[in-house]
């Protein structure tokens, strides 16, 4: 009869997959075939060929934990046996770090937990995923397995690569970080800890994903001559130079020997690691007690996971002192006695000056501290007004709506940024008896452009010419964005591929260039692509945030003086229009008569200006309350207007910003205020049509920013205008105190006082501008399915072209986003608006665009005295910023990837939606214009290509010349 002696192990976890070790006597009794094990009823499956005294098998999966009998089953006849197995609560991940690894991997992960010393055979398992895998969903114990092997089908297919981990206790089992091959950096990775019969994924119970990173490289000790001996001098640091350090392993988990010796690890960075040697030279180790000469000296070794770089030979240095003799230590002696008086002559100058600059210091350190103080209190107070002011207009825009302009205005500002008017606005410019006929000839151009092969043929051979400029470029890439506008799926086509040409010239030479400026014409069609699928997202999410971040400034910037003429403002973000001198003046209200309903109905509005204000500014700012429901090209221009006021019944008295009452000063004539004409507060105006006997010299445009002096007619002399500061005058210093040195940088320095108010202005603004930077960075609500899709794509070209460095990859997305088409509507919501953007808006406008720019950045920005003001005003939010934008790719790159049927699905709406809003036939009359222009050179590049021979591109091409230019062909 069978006897059992042994059964091994006495427990494991309820979800089997232990393999069990029965020894005994007899155990093949009958045939082996017939033998099956059981533990209770669950059965255990034989794994092991059975001898007489030992068998194998693995548990099942039991439905409950307990203590159940292990019985032997001979055919029909059963054997139970005195041995019991102890069925344990499953095994439970609660966490797991570190979540990063280096290629070679050795990096020791601790996977904490409760019921870990049940397992028998625990395995870290990575494998690599094709980038358009569909994630499963994250579960948090994913699945049971039959085989530890694989975890699940969609896995089994991928490169995986295995560690065996160890058990430390029942809450902690250790692993090492399988070694991976690298080329497959940048696949996606899927980790799971495999737990006997369990699996559970890394991302279900971590919160970030397990990531591979480059291998650390170290250089040797002697970079030039590796070979040599490195000589150490005792009490100081080693150094050592390398790249990719500190991305996956931290200076605690580096081991540094020198030959039995250790060199504690002090410092460890992207590109450096600080150890401090032994006092005393070790010796090279057990392998080498009989070494001689240069063979005993120690190694210098260091230890990262798997990898270990053997860097070269240490050998001390002694400290013995070499004999000096006496005249050199006289001369030494007298040198230093030299140097001991200079350096005391110096110091006693440097402290005389020293006390002098803190008097100064002091001086202008109390009225900064009043500035600062009074600009807490400034900062609340007005921000507060502003907010009231805002929630006044967000009540206006609840009727009026935001004036968003209609897709044709938008698209047509976006892609013609330069031109005063777009030239899709032109009719055809042929002769009406041959219109029918180049009509006909575009609609050949049209589907001519629908051949893939020769639209990049076309575009290339346009780019390789030396006339061909970055303003053609531009111009072309908006043309085709119009005539492709039918056709997105297919223009998107089109981008990709010209964009892999791209890749492909950049990563030759410095791919962290690419996309950084508008070079090429692929460029451009981004720009263009990125406006047409977002327009949608900034009307239903982004425009809100970035309107009220307008209206904020330009009430905020209106609130105080503006110079008319150099266009300094005293409330602004920019330093270089900031006005730096103390103007008085005095708010005003003024009656303006406004019509109602009736015709000859007429109301009073109360509306808030300045008494410095010229007569423009001030019809400006009555204009915009007037008609504050209205978008700015259905208002009234303020050119066409005179403002007049009233007094009594028949006092009128239209006031402009120059007339016979200007006050003039040798060559400066000063533009008219308020102030001048003394309106007094509660005065009534009127805005009222302007009649050619009333203009006056305020048609002139007053350009704020304008350095040079605006000149009127050649026979008053060359009378320059002025407003609040004279522009070219610069403050002239008394005589007793020009040729002090030290004085003349304090009469330039005091008016840096008045950059307080940019600190005001920036606490006021602050709210404004981090509402609209979270909108645009913020994964919370769905990201704009092109953005994902245009990512992925940048992610897929990265791993093809072996582009590990997430710093390109992360400088490839700034430069197609937030350059390309962020920092254009930030910088301009004109192309989205209609509203008009005087200067000293944009003034600020660009502060806050070069701020968020910034922000997208890797590089870190070294501040210091010198460093232009709006960077320093931004200083400690920039890295706030920084984290937002990263934290934004990164929650992209996790989500579900957008598949090209998507994609075009969406692109196909968009053209359906938009296609008749463009002029297609002027655009593709304007690109025959460069057709025509380089005509040999594209019929050569046509008739060179094999390809482009058999598909009669050139005899096409030659059919539409005829066609629209008569041109003269072969044909």
Known sequence: NPFLVAVAPERGPKAGGTTLNITGRNLRTGRPSDLTITVGVVPCRIVSEVQSSSVQCVTGSSNSTGIYRVILHFGSDKYSSDYFYNYTHNPYISHALPDKSFVNGGRLISVFGRNLDVVQNPQMVVSFLPHKAVRRTRQRLTRMVPDPVCCSGSLCAAQQFKERCEVNSSSLVLCRSPMVNSSLLGSKVTVQVVLDNLCFDFSSFSSQTFSYEPNPVLQPLNKKEPLKVYHYNPGSFIQLEGDNLDLAITKEEVVVLIGEGVCAVKTLTRNHLYCEPPPQQPLPGPTCRKCEGFDYLPEFIVQMGNLNFSLGKVQYDDLSLSVFPLEAQIGVGVGASLVVLLVLIVVLIYRRKSKQALKDYKKVQIQLENLETNVRDRCKKEFTDLMTEMMDMSSDLVGSGIPFL??????????????????????????????????????????????????????????????????????????????????????????????????????????????????????????????????????????????????????????????????????????????????????????????????????????????????????????????????????????????????????????????????????????????????????????????????????????????????????????????????????????????????????????????????????????????????????????????KYFFDLLD????????????????????????????????????????????????????????????????????????????????????????????????????????????????????????????????????????????????????????????????????????????????
């Open 406 to 787: 209609d897709y044709r205005m938008y698209a047509e500002r976006i892609f013609f940024p330069g031109h005063r008017e777009s030239p899709l606005r032109r009719d055809l410019d042929v002769q009406e008896c041959r219109r029918q006929t180049v009509e006909q000839g575009l609609v050949q151009l049209s589907n001519l452009l629908n051949s893939k092969l020769f639209l990049t043929k076309f575009i290339h051979t346009l780019e390789s010419q030396r006339t061909f400029s970055p303003r053609d470029r531009a111009y072309v890439a908006s043309l085709l964005t119009v005539a492709l506008h039918g056709k997105l799926e297919y223009f998107t086509d089109i981008l990709k591929t010209l964009l892999n040409d791209l890749v492909e010239q950049y990563v030759a030479k410095n791919p962290k260039l690419m996309l950084r400026r508008t070079e090429t014409v692929v460029e451009k069609l981004l720009t263009n692509w990125m406006s047409i699928c977002l327009y949608a997202f900034l009307r239903d999410s982004a425009g809100e945030s970035l309107y009220m971040l307008f209206r904020a400034i330009k009430h905020q910037v209106d609130k105080g003086p503006v110079d008319a003429v150099t266009g300094k403002a005293k409330y602004t973000l920019n330093d270089n229009r900031l006005l730096r001198e103390d103007v008085e003046y005095k708010t005003l209200t003024l009656n303006v008569l406004v019509q109602s309903g009736g015709v000859n109905e007429t109301q009073l509005l109360p509306i808030k200006v300045l008494d410095c204000d010229t007569i423009t500014q001030v019809k400006e700012k009555l204009l915009d309350q007037v008609y504050k429901g209205t978008s700015f090209s259905h208002r009234p221009h303020g050119n066409s207007l005179d403002l007049e006021w009233r007094s009594g019944v028949a006092g009128h008295l239209i006031l402009s910003d120059e007339d016979l009452t200007s006050v003039l000063q040798g060559n400066w004539k000063r533009l008219n205020t308020l102030q001048h004409y003394k309106v007094p507060d509660g005065a009534t105006v009127a805005l009222v049509p302007r009649h050619t006997k009333n203009i006056h010299y305020d048609s002139h445009d007053f350009l704020p920013g304008e350095k040079t002096p605006m000149l009127e007619d050649a026979d008053e002399g060359g009378v320059k205008l002025w407003h609040l500061v004279k522009a070219s005058e610069e403050p002239e210093l008394p005589k007793h105190r020009r040729g002090s040195l030290r004085e003349r940088e304090r009469a330039k320095a005091i008016p840096e006082i008045y950059l307080t108010r940019l600190l005001s202005m920036k606490g006021t603004l602050q709210k404004f501008v981090d509402d609209l930077f979270t909108v645009i960075l913020s994964t919370s609500r769905p990201v704009p399915l092109s953005v």
């Open 796 to 971: 897929d070209q990265a791993g093809q072209h072996c582009i590990t460095d997430s710093e390109t990859i992360h400088i490839w997305k700034t430069n197609s986003l937030p350059l390309r088409f962020w920092i254009n509507i930030l910088k301009n919501p004109q192309f989205i608006f209609d509203v008009q953007v005087s200067d000293h808006v944009d003034a600020v406008l660009s502060v806050i665009t070069q701020t968020f720019m910034d922000s997208c950045t890797t590089a870190e920005h070294k501040l210091g005295r010198d460093s232009p003001i709006n960077k320093l005003l931004y200083a400690r939010d920039i890295p706030r910023y920084k984290q937002m934008v990263e934290r934004y790719y990164a929650d992209i790159r996790q989500t579900i990837s957008a598949s090209d049927q998507e994609m075009n699905s969406a692109l196909a709406e968009l053209s359906r939606n938009y296609s008749g809003e463009l002029n297609y036939l002027v655009a593709l009359h304007e690109l025959y214009k460069y057709i025509n222009k380089y005509y040999d050179q594209i019929i050569t590049a046509l008739e060179e290509d094999t390809t482009a021979q058999k598909m009669q591109l050139g005899y096409r091409l030659q059919q539409i010349a005829a066609a629209v230019e008569n041109k003269v062909t072969d044909l």
